[in-house]
Structures are given as structure tokens and as C-alpha cells.
């Protein structure tokens, strides 16, 4: 038996493109296909369509059969079933409740009883193609429930994925949830190891350690992106598990659960303290919303000054030390873990750190503010704002293309496009929306949502989209987009 293999396909494609002495650009227009895509497939991060795959097949000239591998059973080494529990089946929470109940018995908590229910009905809550086509699967060991202390009184490892909010007027993280959780559990079970996978604040698992004066809690962060957390959960880049000294042997039966249960071979492991585990992961987003702030600062200042953002990015892309990860511009940096990583830590009292994030957090701001600005110099709105309302509404209508942040992504938490949309309407102007996450005929911010997608290009006299897709290649002349690879696909 043979089975598909990411890291092959990425390296017969580079391969295969410098023999034939290929950029990714003249790749991506030889096979029809999108340049940043084609940059991540070579960077293990993107698994192709079919069709996709036959396009680079027949373009690079190289047999399909060839990034197939034999399969082998992997062999788990000191490997027995364990009870867990993971709290909360959001998009962290049931992504790795699947991944691990594969090999181990789970029961994932959720207050919400249609969740619970749909779940024990191998329904998925959420939509996510590597959940949807796992929960076909007869061999997950997965339940679900309401009852947290009973789901937490009987198991080994007991893990926290329940989410935190920011509290903009404290400038602080609203950490109640997870600590009231972490209450519920130790009451439940007091000798469960207790692993907080939570966005929570550096520093919150040693106070927490010292709060319940226990020596079995764990900080293990995940890195996932929106649009793919189950795949990402199953071939992570590294796994980070933080811990206080007494409680190393747990940490490390910890990662060999995670190593056993995960797809990628050869994966990094890393164990630290409990801080820095934090650290790592904060420091992770707050790196990534700096390169995506730099490459949107580029792209404004090019636009305002005439230049071909495009040219610029791919000759700075080429130095290795850069690379082109991450550096196609976008209306600004949002997803999972982004603006909240950036706001918590600029309510540090550091001044070091608060000098290194408030450009960020004001560039982000900024670039929001200029894409308003872009729109409504497009839509000719200062030679309109001497009609009334009602007219102007009639006169221009703005479709928004997708609300999500990313192309692929199955959400649009902390997205900046319903931000733009606010202020567009703000100005007196129609917004129309087409997202396929959202039910046709709703309403979102008083804006409909029209999921024809023929009806909505022919309404929009303006469409609107952070991330471009070939389904608008017939309406390019509506287009406004700051996807760098737009005039590429």
C-alpha cells in the first residue's frame, strides 16, 4: 500500500522546477496555478487539488505514481492507552481531541449540547476537511459531554483549550475561563496532569502552580493555522512542552503522546519552563504579525508611489535569509492568535517591548485606515458625498469577496475585512458580501450576504477581496485586491 507524501511532492516539485531552470512565478503560469500556493506546497504547507497535482505533473513532467511512498505501520514505542479529557471543542479542542483519539480514549467538553450531540454523532460543529473526513473513521475512541467534573475525574492528562479574551480597558487577557476550568479539574482529579494548550499570558502557569500549590500542570502551545488545524495538529513544525522541574516526567510522557499521535516523522521536540514555553508561543505570533506588518508597509508605500509591489517583494524574497514565507500583503495581519498576542503584550509593563510593539500595532491600524481610504477613492466617494444617503447607496455597491482572512480559512475570527466593512458602510455606501461560511439571504453588520456567486459579481460594482481566487477572473476589471500575486494568477 502506498500513501500520498507531502514532503515528496515538495521535493519533486523544487526539483524538478530547477532542472528546468523554472522561478515559482513562470511554474505558477505554466500550470495555471497560484504562485503563493506554489510556494507554500514547496514549503511542506499547502496539499494540492488533484487537478492541481496533474497540472504540475504534466508541466514539470514527472509520473504522479512518484510522490507516493510505501506505506509502513508505524511502530509506537511504549505505547498504552490513556483516558484524556480535553475541555472545549472549538477548533484547538476538537482537532486534538481527534488526532489523539485515534490511539487513546478521549472525551471532549463542551457546555454547548448540540455540539455534544453532533459530535457523539460523528457530526462534525465545524468546518474543516481533515475533521469532516477523520469523523468517518471507526477507529477514534471519541466522546462527548456537558459534565466536565465527571468527564475529569477518571482520566490521566486533563487538557485546557478553552479560548481567552482581551479586556481593552484593563489591558489585561480575561483569563476567568480557563482558571475556572483549571479549578474544575484539580477538584476533579487533583493528581491529572493538567495541560493548558489556552492563549494565555506569559507567566500564567507558574502563578497558577503556585495558586493551587500543585506540580502537575503543563504549558504545551499549539501553532495553528484557520484554515488547516487538524493537519497542522497531525504534522506540527515543532512540539514545545513547558514545565516546572517537579513536573518533568509528566512533560515528557506528554510529548510522547503528541510524537506517537502525529503524522510527521522526525518532528523537533523541545522542553522548557513553563514561561518560556509562553514566551515561545507569543513570540511566534508576535514575529509573524511584524514580517506580515513590514510586507503591508511595503505594499502601502508602494502603491502610493506607483511602484510594482510585486517586483519589489519577490527581489527581496530571493535573499535566503529573508525567504518568501508569509509575504503576500493583505488588508492586515488578524487569525487565531495575531492582534490578541500583540495587544496583551503591549499591556506589558516592559517599556523595551512596548517600544517594539506599539509601530506594530499602529502599522496594522494604519494600513486598515489606507485600504478604507483606497476603496472609497475607487468608489469616487468625495464626488458623491454632496448626494444624500439613499442616493448614494444606489449609485456604488461593494461587494466584499469572502470575509475570512486567509484563502482557505473555515472562520473569520479577528479578521480585519469586517473592520473595512464598518467603515465603508460608515460612509454611506451599499456593501453586499459573498461568504460561503455564512447562510445566503443573512445579514452581516446590516450588509446581505449573497452566496450566488454570478448574482454577486453582477451587483457589485466594486468587489473587495483580501485574498483573490480565479472564480473572479471574469470580473478583474471590479477587482480592488493587495494580494501581491493578483496580477499573476
Known amino acids: 500500500m502506498k500513501n500520498f507524501s507531502i514532503s515528496k511532492l515538495a521535493e519533486t516539485v523544487l526539483s524538478h522546477r530547477k ?35 496533474t497540472r504540475l505533473a504534466n508541466t514539470l513532467q514527472f509520473d504522479v505514481a512518484d510522490v507516493f511512498i510505501e506505506y509502513t505501520k508505524p511502530v509506537f514505542r511504549h505505547i498504552n492507552p490513556r483516558k484524556i479529557a480535553v ?6 479542542g476538537l482537532s486534538v481531541a481527534i488526532m489523539l483519539s485515534r490511539h487513546h480514549f478521549v472525551t471532549i467538553i463542551d457546555e454547548n449540547s448540540r455540539k455534544v450531540e453532533m459530535i457523539n454523532q460523528r457530526l462534525s460543529p465545524i468546518r474543516d476537511e481533515y475533521i469532516e473526513k477523520y469523523f468517518t473513521r471507526s477507529d477514534l475512541h471519541l466522546t462527548a459531554t456537558t459534565d466536565g ?19 481593552p480597558k484593563k489591558g489585561i487577557f480575561n483569563t476567568a475561563i480557563v482558571e475556572s476550568v483549571i479549578e474544575t479539574s484539580f477538584c476533579a482529579n487533583p493528581d491529572a496532569t493538567i495541560v493548558i494548550r489556552s492563549h494565555v499570558p506569559v507567566g500564567f502557569s507558574a502563578s497558577t502552580c503556585k495558586r493551587l500549590d500543585a506540580g502537575n500542570v503543563l504549558f504545551s502551545p499549539d501553532f495553528l493555522r484557520g484554515s488547516k488545524v487538524l493537519y497542522d495538529n497531525l504534522y506540527p513544525s515543532r512540539i514545545i512542552v513547558g514545565c516546572n522541574e517537579s513536573a518533568h516526567d509528566r512533560a515528557k510522557d506528554f510529548a510522547d503522546i503528541l510524537r ?3 503524522l510527521k516523522k522526525d518532528v523537533e521536540i523541545r522542553m522548557t519552563g513553563l514561561s ?31 511602484l510594482n509591489a510585486y517586483e519589489i517583494i519577490d527581489g527581496i ?31 506589558v509593563s516592559d517599556p523595551a517591548l512596548h517600544d517594539m510593539l506599539t509601530p506594530v500595532v499602529n502599522s496594522n491600524q494604519f494600513r486598515k485606515e489606507y485600504i478604507v481610504d ?6 469616487n ?13 444606489k449609485k456604488v455597491i461593494i461587494g466584499f469577496f469572502r470575509l475570512t482572512a486567509e484563502k482557505d480559512s473555515i472562520n473569520f475570527h479577528d479578521s480585519v475585512v469586517p473592520d473595512i466593512i464598518k467603515q465603508i458602510k460608515a460612509n454611506g455606501l451599499t456593501v453586499i458580501i459573498y461568504e460561503p461560511i455564512l447562510e445566503d439571504g443573512s445579514s452581516f453588520f446590516g450588509c446581505r450576504v449573497i452566496n450566488d456567486l454570478k448574482k454577486f459579481k453582477k451587483q457589485s460594482n466594486i468587489i473587495i477581496a483580501n485574498r483573490y481566487d480565479s472564480c473572479l477572473n471574469n470580473v478583474t476589471d471590479k477587482v480592488y485586491t493587495r494580494d501581491l500575486f493578483f496580477s499573476k494568477i
Do not use: H
Not at 483606497?374 to 468608489?379: S, V
Open 19 to 53: 532542472q528546468l531552470n523554472l522561478t515559482q512565478q513562470e511554474l505558477a503560469d505554466k500550470a495555471g496555478i497560484n504562485r503563493s500556493m506554489l510556494c507554500r506546497l514547496e514549503n511542506q504547507e499547502y496539499m494540492p487539488s488533484l487537478d492541481q497535482l
Open 87 to 92: 475541555w472545549d471543542a472549538g477548533y484547538a
Open 149 to 167: 467534573f465527571s468527564a475529569c475525574r477518571d482520566v490521566d492528562f486533563i487538557i485546557i483549550t478553552v479560548p481567552t479574551g482581551y479586556d
Open 260 to 262: 506517537n499521535a502525529i
Open 276 to 306: 518560556e514555553a509562553e514566551a515561545i508561543a507569543f513570540f511566534s505570533n508576535l514575529f509573524l504579525a511584524m514580517r506580515i506588518t513590514c510586507f503591508n508597509e511595503l505594499d502601502t508605500y508602494a502603491e502610493s508611489k506607483g
Open 317 to 347: 524574497c530571493l535573499d535566503p535569509r529573508i525567504g518568501s514565507s508569509c509575504n503576500t500583503p493583505s488588508f492586515g495581519y488578524s487569525g487565531f492568535c495575531l492582534p490578541e498576542s500583540s495587544r496583551q503584550l503591549l499591556a
Open 374 to 379: 483606497r476603496i472609497l477613492e475607487i468608489a
Open 381 to 393: 466617494v468625495s464626488e458623491l458625498n454632496d448626494m444624500p444617503n439613499e442616493a448614494k447607496e
